[in-house]
C-alpha cells in the first residue's frame, strides 16, 4: 500500500485515540429542568439520609440551624430549608432562628451543591470545521453522564461538645449512551409518585 494511502488511516486512528477520553464540564446554571431535578433530587436524598443516631437524642429540643457554603446563592437556602423540615418531621426538633432560644446549635457545612456532566468513550471532534459549533462531535461510542451532586458534614450537640458528623454525599444521575446516529437513554431521574407518605 503507498505511503499517501496509508496517510488517511494513521490519521483517523490518531484522531479516535486522543478522543478516546473522559471529560468533565461543572454547570453553573439551574436554567433547565433537567439540571434542577438532578440538584433539587440530590438535595433531598441527602437530608433524607441524616443518620438518626445523631439527631434522634434531640428530639423536642431547640435547634439552631446555621450553615455555610462558599456562595451564598438560591440553592443553599432550599437546602436549609429542606434540612429544616427533615428535622421538624422525623427527628421532632424545633428548628428556631433565634440562637439565645436554642438549646443546642447544629452547623452545617455544604461541600457541593450543584450539576456536572461526564462524557466518557471514543468521538469524533468536528468543530475544527467551518461553520460548526467548535463543541460538535460525532459519538462512535460515549457514555453521557448529566449528574446532580449535593455533600455537606457537620457539628451537632451543646457548644464546646459539638460532634462532627460523617460526610454526607448524595448524587442523582441521568445518563445515556452515544451511538453516531442515535443517543440512548440509559437511566431515568423520574420519581414521580416516589417518597408520599
Known sequence: MPIIGLRPIIFCLALVTLTACSTREVQDSLAGA??????????????????????????????HVVSHFPEYTGVKQYADERLGVELTRRYDIDVVDDADKADIEL????????????????????????????????????????HGVAEMYYFIGPTGTERRGAILQSRTRTDALGLPIITIPISSIDRAGEGAD
Open 34 to 63: 433537567t439540571a434542577q431535578q438532578l440538584l433539587t433530587h440530590s438535595i433531598d436524598d441527602l437530608v433524607r439520609a441524616l443518620p438518626a443516631d445523631d439527631f434522634s437524642p434531640y428530639a423536642g429540643r431547640r435547634v
Open 107 to 146: 452547623q452545617v457545612f455544604y461541600t457541593a451543591l450543584g450539576t456536572d456532566q461526564d462524557q466518557k468513550g471514543f468521538y469524533i471532534p468536528i468543530g475544527f470545521m467551518p461553520g460548526v459549533d467548535e463543541s460538535t462531535q460525532v459519538n462512535l461510542v460515549t457514555l453521557q453522564q448529566f
